[in-house]
């Protein structure tokens, strides 16, 4: 097999040869291949001349990994299809007469503008609550991790063990309350021609594919970055396959950053044997040293299947901690320094939101690639690439720089606000450690006053410097 794919190493040639029917599960750490070892799972799968060929799926959240994994897809997988998800079960409810134009409310705006409306009439029929005073934005949570289990009954909420935004409780004495919201906010959003929005999309495909007899599309479905997938979307792809065919999950729950908080057992699936995998072949031991300290941070406590990596003998320079003066420091030494290593290297600028990054796409005038949901083509070999931490999951870079690390910044004050400072350490930390463990050789973090309190304290693990 040809092609941009790296050849199996050591324990990765293992997976390879998973049993071909039912479900299976690889847990690894940043680093450990599991995107190429996706791959290569699907060209095994779908191999003509095989006993267990039949077409595979091969599935995953973010649409710029994607275009990455159709641009590493060697040309004789010609019986694999690559999609995200979300494209997936459009895709699957169109063809069975259950999707009409712009009939999901994919705009987030208008997804809390009719939320509000709910809340709104639903507190109108009770007497004054603080609860109905809570950010719209923990409504707007709950009813997202609400669909994302597949909860369809305020009976069946009340009863569920609540796992999910820490520091964010709601009493079961609520929860009939807050079902009632859910179900308001439903009406409104149907009766604006919405019949679906991106979270409860996945309960729809799965109840449709319970109600299917025909013949399913695709024999074999490999989820990789599977700890991005709701438990929901995961059910849905578990009713997708034949009674012969298999479903493959690749994860790393270190990785999880969607608010799922799940190990694949809590979606259901039957895993005889889970597959880990600990060694790290994309960092330097510096970079992954870095790595293991923040998984070892107290976000990370209490992750479900977590994979510690054991860190790889490649070496390389220390991460490099800068001290700037101010912001206009920061985005000087940003910009220099990634226009002058990217003659040589690829090199990414990560930021926590689109709004900084504008900030550079702004500077970089279309000299630099952006990763963004509707990116086509995958760019190789040197250059500057820019975008959020979440857009760079599943990609890797010989240089990443990682600007703005201040602890006004991070953890996020409207996080704080909306879903209190301990869910805020957790999923920004989380964050954090996907952008760390996105660089090859190179890491280069900088920041103006005081440092975020998400990187470890332990001055061995940089090299500081003040511009």
Not at 119 to 127: M, S, W
Not at 268 to 288: A, M, V
Request: hydrophobic content about 35%.
């Amino acid at each position: 097999m040809t092609g941009n794919l790296p050849k199996p190493i050591k324990k990765q040639r293992e997976v390879l040869y998973m049993p071909a029917s039912g479900h299976t599960a690889v847990l690894g750490t940043a680093g450990s291949g599991k995107t190429t070892l996706a791959l290569y799972r699907a060209a095994y799968l779908s191999e003509p001349s095989m006993p267990h060929a039949g077409k595979t799926l091969l599935l995953t959240f973010n649409r710029a990994l994607v275009t990455y994994l159709n641009y590493l897809k060697p040309v004789e997988l010609g019986n694999v299809q690559i999609e995200n998800y979300h494209t997936f079960a459009r895709g699957y409810l169109n063809v069975r007469g259950k999707m009409s134009y712009n009939c999901i409310c994919s705009d987030s705006d208008e997804q809390k503008n009719y939320i509000a409306q709910a809340v709104k009439n639903i507190k109108d029929g009770y007497e004054p609550s603080k609860f109905f005073k809570r950010p719209i934005e923990f409504f707007i949570d709950e009813i997202r991790w609400i669909f994302s289990h597949g909860i369809t009954s305020a009976e069946e909420y009340v009863k569920v063990e609540r796992v999910g935004r820490i520091g964010t409780s709601l009493s079961r004495r609520l929860r009939p309350i807050m079902y009632e919201i859910l179900e308001k906010y439903v009406e409104i959003r149907t009766q604006n021609g919405k019949r679906y929005d991106w979270e409860d999309i996945a309960l729809h495909v799965r109840k449709e594919f319970e109600d299917d007899s025909s013949i399913r599309m695709y024999k074999h479905i490999i989820v990789d970055e599977g700890q991005d997938f709701s438990p929901e979307m995961i059910r849905s792809l578990a009713v997708a396959i034949p009674t012969d065919g298999s479903l493959s999950f690749f994860g790393d729950v270190a990785q999880q950053i969607y608010g799922q908080r799940m190990s694949w057992r809590s979606a259901g699936l039957k895993i005889p044997q889970q597959w880990n995998f600990k060694e790290n072949y994309r960092n330097t031991k510096q970079i992954s040293q870095l790595g293991l300290a923040i998984s070892r941070m107290p976000f990370f406590n209490d992750i479900p299947d977590l994979v510690e990596p054991t860190s790889p003998r490649a070496d390389g320079p220390l991460p490099t901690l800068a001290r700037c003066i101010n912001d206009e420091q920061i985005i000087e030494i940003v910009l220099q320094a990634a226009r002058n290593a990217s003659k040589t290297q690829s090199v990414a600028i990560l930021v926590k939101n689109r709004a900084l990054e504008n900030i550079f796409r702004t500077e970089l005038r279309g000299t630099a690639t952006r990763l963004h949901r509707d990116m086509k083509v995958w760019k190789d070999g040197p250059g500057i690439f820019h975008g959020t931490y979440h857009s760079a999951k599943g990609l890797e870079f010989d240089m990443v720089i990682l600007p703005f690390l201040d602890d006004e910044n991070l953890p996020d004050k409207t996080h704080i606000e909306s879903y209190g400072e301990e869910d805020a350490l957790t999923h920004d930390g989380r964050l954090l450690y996907v952008a760390v463990t996105r660089a090859k050789t190179t890491l280069l973090l900088l920041y103006s006053d005081s440092l975020t309190p998400l990187l470890p304290k332990d001055g061995g693990l940089y090299q500081e410097v003040h511009p």
